[in-house]
Each structure stands twice: as C-alpha cells, then as structure tokens.
C-alpha cells in the first residue's frame, strides 16, 4: 500500500510539473508562429519544472494537423512541425513530461486567435459533455465498453438540439466511431486499455471529434479510486469560455 502511495504521488508531481509545460505552451501559441517554437516553449517549462523530459514530444497540432490521420506523420517527416499557425484555427496541444520514471499525459484544445467563434463553442461543448459522461462511468469494475456507451448516449441525446453545421458534424462522426482512445499510463506512454478498472489503475482518457478538417480534443489522466476516480492533473478548463479566459491571462 505505501509502494502504491508513492507511485501515486509521483504521478502527481508529474501531472503538476506536465502543467507547467502546457501553460507555457498555451501562451507560445499565437498565429504566424510554427507548431516546433510552441515545442520548444513547452520542453523549456517542463525541464525548468524538474522534469527528466519529454514523456513523448509535445503534440502541437494545429488546423488540418489535428486531424487523427495526422498526429504521426511528424514520425516520419521532420519538417513537420514547421507548419506555420493561422489565425482562426484551433490548436491540440496535447503533452507529458516524465518525472522519475512516471510520465505525465494531458491536454486541451485551444483557440489560435485567443477566442472560439460560436460553432467551435458549440462543438467544444458537445464534446465536453460527452467526455465528461463518460468520465462518470469510470470507476472499479466498469469497463472501457461502458464509458464509449455514455459517451455516445450523451451525443445521441444532444444531437438533435445542435444549432450548428460544425457541431452536427461533429455529432455525426461521433457516433460513427464511438470507440474513442482510453489507454493506460504509467512508466510506459501507452500500458495498454484494462479489460475492467480496478482500484489504483491510472489511466488517460482523450476524445476526439473531427469535423471540417480539424479534431476537437480533451485529455486528462485519471486515477481509479475505491469510490469512483480522481483527475490527477491540476484542473485545466474545459468549457470554451473559460478556456479563453485562461489564454488571456496566460494561466488560471
């Protein structure tokens, strides 16, 4: 029990120290600048933190580059992430720094130009919602099977009230892929999805929506507790408009 104590709290020192590096990526991001100046914002703070490293390289994908079917190429292509960033397009920076072994793995998506237009608001609050439902199922003896299920029965019950052509969009392709990325996390990025939680699991949890050539994304990493779970991560915002707020003052 003290080992699985002091496992936790490494983990949560990393999650702290990851935030550091998120918050300096935050305030990096503006247009005309390249996704590869916000990494190196984000390694800087994550060091500076107490970090060992990079748990993987940040993901600072932006506009078309946030797509699913994007986040590897920079893998293979090393010019990559000198994309330049636009004004109007919305950023997933998406990062984990280790701390003594453990390593950290969270994010959010954020609004280039400082604010969201009124579809990417809405579409933010699709997926908050769904995320946050499923997040409501993750507790011992619950399975990856019955989070995806919450979130598409949030999706499923909202779609129809959507005002939005973004947001629709992103509704649909929702439902046609429900399965969305749950993974484990702990001295290895990606420790593989438990079959059911159990009491102590650490685990992360990252939605995507795509829709008009851009992925809306959140990520936290998440503990399995006795009595449900616990976000490890300081909190980060997650509705549109606290997010924004956050951006403008550079932290919360």
């Given amino acids: 029990m003290d080992q699985e ?37 984000v390694i800087r703070a994550c060091l500076n933190a107490g970090s060992d490293g990079a748990s993987i390289w940040p993901w600072v994908r932006s506009g078309p580059f946030s797509m699913p079917s994007t986040l590897f190429e920079a893998f293979a292509d090393f010019r990559n992430m000198d994309r330049t960033m636009r004004a109007g397009e919305i950023v997933r920076l998406d990062l984990g720094c280790d701390f003594r072994m453990s390593k950290g793995d969270f994010g959010r998506t954020l609004p280039m130009s400082g604010r969201f237009d009124a579809a990417q608001k809405e579409t933010m609050e699709l997926l908050n919602g769904a995320y946050l439902a499923g997040l409501e199922a993750m507790r011992p003896g619950a399975t990856p099977g019955q989070v995806h299920q919450a979130f598409r029965h949030y999706v499923e019950a909202h779609q129809h009230d959507l ?34 939680f159990s009491e102590g699991n650490v685990v992360c949890y990252e939605p995507t929506l795509p829709a008009a ?40």
């Fill in 213 to 252: 050539g851009q992925a809306y994304f959140v990520e936290d990493t998440i503990l399995i507790t006795r009595a449900g779970h616990e976000i490890l991560n300081p909190p980060l915002p997650y509705s549109p408009s606290a997010i924004e707020q956050a951006m403008a003052k550079g932290k919360p």
């Fill in 163 to 196: 005002r939005t052509g973004l947001a629709r969009e992103a509704a649909s392709e929702a439902l046609k892929n429900p399965a969305q990325p749950l993974h484990g996390l702990g001295v290895d990025m990606a420790e593989g999805t438990p079959k059911a």
């Fill in 5 to 41: 104590r002091r496992g936790t709290g490494i983990a949560a020192q990393g999650s702290f120290i990851t935030a550091e590096g998120f918050w300096a990526g935050a305030r990096a991001i503006a247009p005309g600048k390249t996704q590869r100046q916000v990494e190196g914002e």
